[in-house]
Each structure stands twice: as C-alpha cells, then as structure tokens.
C-alpha cells in the first residue's frame, strides 16, 4: 500500500513560484513511477510531469515544459514539482500519483489512469 500527502499550494500572482511536496509511504516498488496531475471542476486530470524514479528519466506536458521542474528526493521519500512563472491558466488542484509499473511509451506518463496511487490534492490559484 502507497500512501501519498501533497503540500505547498496556495494563493500567488502571475508570474510568481511554488513548490509542491508529496511525502509518500510504502514499498519504492510500489511507486516506480510517480507523476503530478492537475484538475479544474468539470474537467479530468491532466498530466503535468511525471518522472520514472528508476532512473530518473523525466516528462512534462507541453504547457508547463520550461517552467516546472518534477523531482524527487530519495531520502526524504519526497516528490517534488517546482512551479516558476505561473500563468492563471495553471488554476487547478494538483494531485500527486504513484504507481509499481513504468511505461516504454513516453506519453503513458501523463495518462491519469495508468496510476493505481493517488493523494488528496492541493489547491494552487493564480491571479492575474
């Protein structure tokens, strides 16, 4: 069993940062691959980076490339995903996902329903 806490959402301006955090517990081998997702009411999950953390090979949507950063801290058991030059269309409720199989398809990285492990999310809102 994976059990994932995402924290460090909030309120900022366009243009300004965040980091968010997700702290999971669980066998590594039931969290080869982890991933961020993002939700707008009336919407599905969309994926926004994701990363095969044996190896660290790395995957972004096309929206954020440039401007989010996906990494993981190994001893801290900790994924994070730098977000620099925020646009209010990154609007969302961020999810952080896990799952113990990785994919030969890049795009199966930011496919929602390859993950078995999901958090409960954290708002993130920017204003224009």
């Known amino acids: 069993q994976v059990q994932l806490v995402e924290s460090g959402g909030g309120s900022v301006q366009a243009g300004g940062t965040l980091r968010l955090s997700c702290v999971a517990s669980?066998?590594?081998?039931?969290?080869?691959?982890m991933g961020w997702f993002r939700q707008v009411p009336g919407k599905g999950r969309e994926g926004v980076a994701a990363?095969?953390?044996?190896?660290?090979?790395?995957y972004y949507a096309d929206s954020v490339k440039g401007r989010f950063t996906i990494s993981l801290d190994n001893d801290k058991n900790t994924l994070y995903l730098q977000m620099n030059s925020l646009k209010p269309g990154d609007t969302a409720r961020y999810y952080c996902a896990a799952d113990p199989s990785c994919w030969v398809r890049p795009p199966s990285y930011l496919l929602a329903d390859n993950y078995h492990y999901w958090g409960q999310g954290t708002q993130v809102t920017v204003s224009s």
């Open positions: 990363m095969n953390t044996n190896g660290g090979s790395t």
């Open positions: 669980g066998y590594t081998s039931s969290r080869q691959c």
